[in-house]
């Protein structure tokens, strides 16, 4: 009888932990209160050696900065990223508003 009591134990652990799992993934963006979400396909301009921008649905353009930036420029790429507004910083390229990449979100390719 025991042993029947440890493996239900066993398997009510498990099952915990795999649903901590589940929502570990979930994004909880007001942890950043200036951080919002962005999507729309990435562009690559020919100005200055090369800029890239993000264009999004309402043809809104952005240029995003930040550690992770090279893993998305790919042109033609659709993205969805979780940013915040990088402020008091100029561009050479002046392809969009500046943006700082906190998390990407999906990527796929058209």
């Known amino acids: 009888m ?3 009591k440890l493996r239900s134990g066993f398997a009510v652990i ?16 007001t942890k950043d209160p200036d951080a919002y979400i962005i999507e729309g396909m990435m562009n690559f301009r020919n100005i200055e050696g ?31 990223l979780i940013v915040r507004d990088h402020e008091y910083t100029s561009s050479i390229c002046m392809v969009g508003k500046i943006v700082e990449l906190i998390e990407i979100i999906e990527t796929s390719q058209p």
Do not use: A, M, P
Not at 52 to 80: A, C, H, M, P
């Open 2 to 4: 025991s042993r029947l």
């Open 50 to 80: 090369g800029c890239w921008q993000l264009i999004d649905g309402n043809n809104r353009s952005y240029e995003i900065v930040g550690d992770d930036v090279t893993q998305i420029q790919i042109d033609g790429l659709f993205v969805k």
């Open 14 to 29: 498990i099952i915990i932990l795999l649903i901590g799992q589940l929502f570990d993934g979930c994004r909880d963006i």
